[in-house]
C-alpha cells in the first residue's frame, strides 16, 4: 500500500541554521503532498502543500518540491527560528479514493 | 466557521467502559477522517468516509472499535469494551474534496485505566 517515510527525530537546530527534514513516499499514481505541524497540545495544521510534480509549496520561509523521480518531498527553512520547535509531518492523498496518510513526524527543537 | 469540533477533549476512563468520541466536522467538507496519534505508533489513519459513507476502515485496530456518520455534520468513534492500550489522542479531520487540505480538530485525549 501506500506509504510515507520521514526522516528519525528528534533534529536539534541553533537559532538562525539550516533546517532540512526529508520526507520519501511510495504511491501509485499521483498523490497530492503535504507537510502539516503540530505544535504541543493542538491539532495539525498545514504548512505547506504541492499537488504535482515539480511543484513549490511555500509558506512562513518553509519549501518543499514535488520530486516525482526521486519521490520525495523534502522540506527545508533556511534559518529557524525558536518559535519553529514542533512536531511536521509529511502525507500524502491518494489521488483516487482521497486516503490521507501521514508519516511518523519529526520532531524539531530549535535552541536560542 | 468554528473548525472541526472534537468532544470531549479530555476523557478518563475505566477498562472496559463504553467510550464515545464525537466530531463535528467543517459545514460543506465531504471528506471525514479518524486518526489516533501516540508516542510508539505515531498518527495511525482509522477509518474516513466520504459524503458519510465510510470507504476505508483497514485502520480500525478491532472490532472493539466503530465509527458512524448518520449525517454530513456528525460523526462517533466509539471503543467498546475499552482498554489501557486504547489510551492514545484521537483526531478527527475534514477536507473539503479530495486531495485538499484537511482541518483537523483539537483531539480527544483518551485515558483509560
Known amino acids: 500500500g501506500n506509504s510515507v517515510t520521514q526522516m528519525e527525530g528528534p533534529v536539534t537546530l541553533s537559532e538562525e541554521a539550516f533546517l532540512t527534514i526529508n520526507c520519501t513516499y511510495t504511491?501509485?499514481?499521483?498523490?497530492?503532498l503535504f507537510w502539516y505541524v503540530q505544535y504541543p497540545g493542538e491539532g495539525l495544521q498545514l504548512l505547506l502543500k504541492?499537488?504535482?510534480?515539480?511543484d513549490k509549496g511555500s509558506n512562513k520561509g518553509f519549501e518543499a518540491t514535488y520530486r516525482k523521480e526521486t519521490t520525495s518531498f523534502h522540506l527545508e527553512k533556511g534559518s529557524v527560528q525558536v518559535s519553529d520547535s514542533a512536531v511536521y509531518f509529511c502525507?500524502?492523498?491518494?489521488?483516487?479514493?482521497?486516503?490521507?496518510?501521514f508519516g511518523q513526524g519529526t520532531e524539531l527543537s530549535v535552541k536560542p | 466557521d468554528a473548525g472541526v469540533i472534537q468532544s470531549p477533549r479530555h476523557e478518563v476512563t475505566e477498562m472496559g467502559q463504553e467510550v464515545t468520541l464525537r466530531c463535528k466536522p467543517i459545514?460543506?467538507?465531504?471528506?471525514l477522517f479518524w486518526y489516533r496519534q501516540t508516542m510508539m505508533r505515531g498518527l495511525e489513519l482509522l477509518i474516513y468516509?466520504?459524503?458519510?459513507?465510510?470507504?476505508?476502515d483497514s485502520g480500525m485496530p478491532e472490532d472493539r472499535f466503530s465509527a458512524k456518520m448518520p449525517n454530513a455534520s456528525f460523526s462517533t468513534l466509539k471503543i467498546q469494551p475499552s482498554e489501557p492500550r486504547d489510551s492514545a489522542v484521537y483526531f478527527c479531520?475534514?477536507?473539503?474534496?479530495?486531495?485538499?487540505?484537511?482541518?483537523f480538530g483539537q483531539g480527544t485525549r483518551l485515558t483509560v485505566v
Open positions: 504511491a501509485t499514481g499521483y498523490p497530492s
Open positions: 459545514s460543506g467538507h465531504d471528506y
Open positions: 479531520a475534514s477536507s473539503l474534496m479530495r486531495n485538499t487540505e484537511a482541518f
Open positions: 504541492a499537488t504535482k510534480a515539480d
Open positions: 468516509f466520504n459524503n458519510n459513507v465510510p470507504i476505508d
Open positions: 502525507a500524502l492523498s491518494e489521488r483516487q479514493g482521497g486516503k490521507l496518510i
